[in-house]
């Protein structure tokens, strides 16, 4: 069965760090580019980072540029986002997708989605 499993969102006030975890099981992990997006309440899905197969490329919307980073274990299949200096406006529920292009902005280019873990930041 193929899944994606993210965990790790939570309440934090701003300036406060999280790290998400995504898991994945039942395909070939490191075959694919992963990405992480964001949807805040009553908004689109957005694209906020991303990392080809192997690790050695990655992208960070401007909006995370510096705060957040991206990083995998293909041993562990597992994809992390590290999130630092935390503010209100990244507050919603972070998914991690995968797909076949490295560091896709579309939705329609991952092919596997997880559930989706909440983040939220105070002010």
């Known amino acids: 069965q193929v899944q994606l499993v993210e965990s790790g969102g939570g309440l934090v006030q701003a300036g406060d760090s999280l790290r998400l975890s995504c898991v994945a099981s039942g395909w070939t992990f490191s075959r694919y580019s992963m990405g992480w997006f964001r949807q805040g309440s009553g908004k689109e899905r957005k694209f906020i980072a991303g990392?080809?197969?192997?690790?050695?490329?990655?992208y960070d919307a401007d909006s995370v540029k510096g705060r957040f980073t991206i990083s995998r274990d293909n041993a562990k299949k597992t994809v992390y986002l590290q999130m630092n200096s935390l503010k209100p406006e990244d507050t919603g529920v972070y998914y991690c997708?995968?797909?076949?292009?490295?560091?896709?902005?579309?939705?329609?280019?991952?092919?596997?989605w997880g559930q989706g873990t909440q983040v939220t930041v105070s002010s």
């Open positions: 990392i080809n197969w192997n690790g050695g490329d990655t």
């Open positions: 997708a995968a797909g076949w292009v490295a560091n896709s902005p579309r939705v329609n280019e991952y092919n596997y």
